[in-house]
């Protein structure tokens, strides 16, 4: 029996004349797409940045006896003699992490991908307010230029670490990095916070006043959803660290004690300070911290299960649990951060309680991950590129947050705190998830975005000489960890006991060198692509979600009229015209609607 | 068939990725064991590296398998799983992972973190001062009258008086100052207690399953019982500088009589 | 448009898309200043906290800007009625006040400076000068706002249509710092 003839598909909305400029339209561009595509370049230009500090980093700690001259000549500030100095070391560890987690991640996969998708997927013609989503990336490029620029001032860039704990931070006696560095880091991050709080202050708008007719909640993406929950989290967790870098700032420079103690001696002379708390800056900190993690990887495994069908051609599994999942665990966030402080001198009986509470966290992560994985199930696997990233997604996923369960209860913590084991947990983590993630994001959205396909040969050789060495890095530095070798340190040369960890250090340092070298694969690609790309039609992936009812790249205004929704986002695998599949708007009277 | 064979190969990576994982993570990483309460941690560490390593391999596998058998399909198999089937899974695997993770934390590592935090010091416990600053451990001993001497901030010189000892203290008379080298007698507790004259820093005596943020304006305390003699370690973990990476510390467990003529001689 | 139609103008998505903006942005302020509250009462319980006297024009200020809350209220009412030009003057009013609220709190400022006690001085004044500083900030945004209110005031008679819900949005802005301001004020004198 053959399925009916669908109706005649509405025209395609008439071009509008688009009178703006060169600047209105490219760099001033209050238009969604420009704006995310504007935040995915400044953020793909910040990892490369990131990335180099992080074979520095490599550099140093898999071969400690070894003299570079070239980078004495290239970077005499940070090397004498052909070894780098430890303030310079510091220095840029703190960058690393700095740049990677807010000005990598957060900028490509967060604000980037979410402006670029939120609009399109929920049927709206742009974002809630279009004019502070162009405020929004604006402030987040002098952001970024602050946070560069801190590398140049006397002391160098910060050197506190991420994490940026007083009185390290706040005394510039202390370390270099602890001069103005530290003040710009501080600066850099309230431009940031402000940037962030304009994007998902539209997110959350446009999410729930402007989707298409018939676009109920349950009928979102997970994509979509995953948005939703983590600007809601961005938005409730950011404010306390603004708090917390105005009390830092005025304690560095207007003499205040908020996080200074009496009796503090650096360099030899009394500090002024009195009764202040270090473990204040630690809670506010944390408050955000916790909940940053959480709306880095939402997006990313949002994402992934949106990405997934295309190549599964069936739907999610467990859509509805998914979605009580993203937002059991946006709240439940909110309320572990003491996890991070179990050893600070915080009240054991608090430690009790963090250690209850984060263990909680593993059960709607569990369900989230065993829905990914039993998507799976019973598909007809293509695996084209975004989908091998995908699938690399899942796997660190499981293995990554395995690692959760150990750092998050403090028994275990004790021994394993502020140990390589955290570094590699966080890393498989926020490294591993949302990079890879990022990946299939890039892969997947570029011929919607640009109207040209990547190479997909160059992908799939992406996909394995990054997976390969990036699991080999971070799954070792778990073991390097239960060794007890600390964190941010300059060399494991001081101790014995950590005397045999030099081999795997080389090993961890060669395998990041191949892993940072593959990338060219992908920037080569991304660019070449750009230019020499085939060109790609509307719906290269027969995917289902609203984007991709427009052509490639979709025109400024979007749909025009909006589109009317008649189905779920995962209508694969049912007979249709199309296909085995029904894009959002196909009529519920052509293909039957099945959830 | 090129589908199958690629098909094939990354079922293979995930596969081989968890076998060698697993095969890398089976070995003995953790320092050796010298105190009482790290028995607890260790066995707490063993079971979740057992417990993960499982639940690793598993998901691993069964991800492998997924891949390779879809790889193999021409259409897809049922479309949509059962409402009951959902459930379960659902319910099933989130009930075990919070037994797993509830279950272990409970009932393994609640008893070991109160029984460290909870734990009194004995009355022949050897009290020991440790203040850390940019970039050594200084260490006290109260000295036969068994009370350490004031201090005052104020009184810091950190070539003559890094301290800050109030001389006109008498109960200060009979300390003990020794510098990154701490050695307590075999067979009693140790019970230390953190000062930091500048930044944050950690003591953690990776042998002894000991770790404690050393944080300026209090003064966390940690007691612990050694269960071997030996020289071991301490390390600083918590980033205080530019040489935190070499901010290292003796800590020695001998006989009571090598105690006594060791303490004897500093004086 | 009579008075009942106006009050039950029917929202545009517009209207409603401001309004949860602004909710969210509260939202937002709320935590920031429920950070520095939870901060002030951990400092609170340290040896070294001393209060300070606060000088009394405060509460001069702070009637200053109860007043204008019911400017702003009186101007609600008044346009409610299409009573424009009215309900301009007081908006118009509440601005002046608002500004003026500001101006108390640099005086207020500038006496404690007088007095010897600056940003440093101890704790209670460390977290005075930072959550009024922070405070007046927000201010100066809901300034902004409450002129584009009162333009909007000053075109209705014209242009009734959407007064309703813009005038809205600067009465939630406007009470919200309103009450922020008596919960801060209380919060640094009594606690």
Known sequence: MEPPRPPAPPPPPAPHHDTRGFVRRYIFSTDHKVIGIQYIVTGLLMAIVGAALASLIRLQLGFPDQQWPLLSKLLPAGYQGGVMLPEFYLAVVTMHGTIMVFFFISYVLVSGFGNYLVPLQVGANDMAFPFLNMLSYWIAFLSAAVLIFSFFVTGGAAAAGWTAYPPLSALAAAVPGSQMGQTLWLLSMALFIASFTMSGLNIVATVLSVRAPGLSMMRLPLTVWSYFVSSILGLLAFPPLTAAAVMLLLDRHFGTSFFLPSGLIVANKLVPATGGSPLLWQHLFWFLGHPEVYVLQLPALGIACDIMPAFTRKPVFGYRASVYCLMAVGCLSMIVWGHHMFVSGMSPFSGEYFSLATMTITVPMTIFGVNMLASLWGAKLDLKSPMLFVCGVIALFGSGGLGGLFLGNATADMQLHDTYFVVGHFHMMIGGVTLLSTFAAIYFWFPKMFGRSMNETLAKAHFWLTFAPFFTIFFMQHFLGLQGAPRRYYAFTAYDYLRHTRGQNLVISLAAFLLVSSQFLFLINFVWSLVKGKVAASNPWRATTLEWTLPSPPPHGNFGTAPVVERWAYEYGVPAPEGDFATQTVPSAAVPVTA | ?267 | MNARALLVETPTVRDDQLKLGLWMFLATVTMLFAAFTSAYVVRRSGSDWHPVALPSILWINSGVLGVSSIAVEFAHARGARGRWKASAIAILTALVLGVAFLGGQLLAWRQMAAAGVYLPTNPHSAFFFMMTGAHAVHVVAALVVLAWGAVVTVRAAREPRGWAARMGLCRTFWHYLGAMWVFLFALVSLY
């Open chain 2, 1 to 267: 068939m090129l589908k199958k064979l690629e098909g094939s190969l990354v079922a293979l990576l995930f596969a081989g990725t968890a076998i060698i994982g697993a095969w890398w993570g089976a070995h003995a990483w953790l320092p050796s064991l010298a105190s009482r309460h790290g028995a607890g941690i260790d066995a707490m560490l063993k079971y979740l590296l057992l417990t993960t390593g499982v639940l690793f391999v598993t998901g691993y596998v069964v991800l492998a398998y997924f891949i390779w058998k879809g790889s193999r399909r021409d259409a897809i198999g049922k479309r949509f799983a059962s409402r009951r089937t959902e459930r379960l899974l659902a319910a099933g695997l989130g009930l075990t992972m919070a037994a797993v993770a509830e279950g272990g934390v409970l009932a393994i590592g609640m008893p070991v973190w109160s029984e460290y935090f909870d734990a009194a010091p004995t009355a022949d416990a050897i009290e020991i001062e440790v203040t850390a600053q940019q970039f050594m451990w200084n260490v006290r001993y109260p000295g036969p009258d068994g009370v350490f001497g004031r201090t005052n901030p104020t009184l810091v010189d950190d070539t003559a008086n890094p301290l800050g000892l109030d001389r006109s203290d008498p109960h200060g008379k009979d300390d003990v100052i020794a510098l990154n080298d701490i050695t307590v007698p075999f067979g009693r507790a140790v019970h230390v207690r953190l000062h930091s004259k500048d930044v944050i820093h950690s003591f953690f005596l990776p042998n002894f399953r000991v770790k404690q943020d050393a944080v300026p304006g209090m003064t966390p305390e940690v007691i612990f019982f050694p269960t071997q003699t030996g020289h071991f370690e301490l390390a600083c973990a918590e980033l205080c500088g530019l040489a935190h990476y070499r901010m290292r510390g003796t800590f020695n467990v001998v006989s009571q009589k090598e105690f006594d003529e060791w303490l004897k001689k500093q004086q």
